[in-house]
């Protein structure tokens, strides 16, 4: 089983819809959990921190099951920036040191007007 | 806003040769990796480094991988002997603290090799 699994996509959205991406991961000892973004062959940007009780960032919702080992990206009203690939990322507790990054492949959004 | 810098941003070399990829780091931050992205696959860790000593390392770091932190602002990845399957695009970041904290990325370096 991977690590960090994510429905590659793409998914293809008018401007104002809202979308929602999932995660799941497999270490559920994890301790961190993020989701970056990237565009085409950029680095990746860290759009929001995922916190147990959920936390929001303007128009991006994020929330974490941890029972169930799954995390979710929520964008409203998309604008035509928001394209891009979307990662999703975890610092599982494989050691004690808590440094690596375990990149899902990401999820591809393309809004359109 | 501070930013991680890379250079060189394209680096073509032969197989068989040594490169070095450069990178400084967010200069309050104490903890520096290196990630690398195949072409269409996902970012893989390579190796964490703190207080001049590598913290954690992955799988795919072996023999040939080496990292140095040659002075106060310069972070560096060698790879000794290139072979085809290394290129990637190899990005630098940095953490101001390290375990478990937001970690910023350099615009990445893209290694071809022939």
Redesign the interface.
Known sequence: RKEVEQDPGPFNVPEGATVAFNCTYSNSAS??F?WYR?DC??????LM?VYSSGNEDGRFTAQLNRASQYISLLIRDSKLSDSATY?CVV?PLA?Q??????????TTLSVSS | EPEVTQTPSHQVTQMGQEVILRCVPISNHLYFYWYRQILGQKVEFLVSFYNNEISEKSEIFDDQFSVERPDGSNFTLKIRSTKLEDSAMYFCASSELGRWETQYFGPGTRLLVL
């Not at chain 1, 062959?41 to 860290?46: A, F, V």
């Not at chain 1, 040191?97 to 990401?106: E, H, M, P, Q």
């Open positions: 301790q961190s993020f990237q062959r950029k680095e990746p940007k860290l921190s990662l610092i050691n040191a808590g440094t690596a990054l375990i990149f899902g492949k990401g």
